[in-house]
């Protein structure tokens, strides 16, 4: 049976982790995840940080954010596969080369998860002869730490803009301690 570990326990990783233990019946080898609640009944080991012993597994799916998940993958892609959740962490070329080369190194692969990007497969078949792609997205303003009241163009560009511009917010301590940029 594959083993399956988590990096970040929020609304994706409880809602992924509920659906394997509850409809699949498919044992968790893992979580790592700063502040765990409880909020979820786990009988898996939960650590804060990484740790070499305990987060082995065949499968890593990442929901964490993408500073997590730059600071963590070097850890992971050596040995395990990575479901990745923070795709916006590939719009930074630097960290997608060294990904890549991390897993031609090791055999490991990446799994992207398209999520919201519906029919994402067909635009890849067909990227040879595409030569743009328009996506609009409407957000609730909350999400973006907005008030808005009325429905405005927040925002028009790139999608590689719109990655660097707009990443989610971490929620661990050791962030919001030192008051890093990113809140
Ligand atoms: N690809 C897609 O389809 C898709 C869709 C929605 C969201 N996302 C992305 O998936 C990610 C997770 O989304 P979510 O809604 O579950 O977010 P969330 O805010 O509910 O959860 C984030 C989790 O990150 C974890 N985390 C924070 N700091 C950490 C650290 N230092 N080490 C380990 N874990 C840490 C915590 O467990 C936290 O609960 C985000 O990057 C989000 O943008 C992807």
């Excluded at 804060?48 to 998940?69: I, Q, Y």
């Excluded at 991390?102 to 990446?110: F, R």
């Excluded at 790139?158 to 929620?171: D, F, H, I, N």
Aim: overall charge neutral; proline content about 4%.
């Amino acid at each position: 049976m594959t083993q399956v570990g988590f990096l970040g326990c929020g609304k994706i990783g409880k809602t992924m982790i509920r659906h394997l233990k509850v409809r699949a019946d498919h044992p968790i080898a893992f979580v790592q995840t700063p502040n765990f609640k409880g909020d979820i009944n786990l009988d898996c080991p939960v650590v804060s940080t990484f740790d070499e012993d305990v987060c082995k597994a065949d499968l890593v799916v990442e929901c964490a954010t993408p500073d997590v998940l730059k600071q963590q993958y070097q850890y992971y892609l050596r040995r395990s596969d990575m479901l990745i959740l923070s795709l916006t962490a590939f719009s930074d070329d630097d960290f997608a080369n060294k990904a890549y080369a991390l897993c031609e190194k090791h055999g490991t692969n990446i799994f992207l998860a398209h999520g919201a990007i519906l029919g994402l497969d067909g635009i890849f078949d067909a990227r040879d002869i595409l030569n743009n792609v328009t996506i609009e997205t409407v957000k609730n303003p909350k999400s973006l730490g907005r008030s808005d009241t009325d429905r405005t163009v927040f925002f028009n560009g790139s999608t590689r803009e719109a990655c660097q511009l707009m990443p989610p917010k971490c929620q661990c301590s050791r962030c919001h301690r030192y008051g890093w940029p990113w809140l």
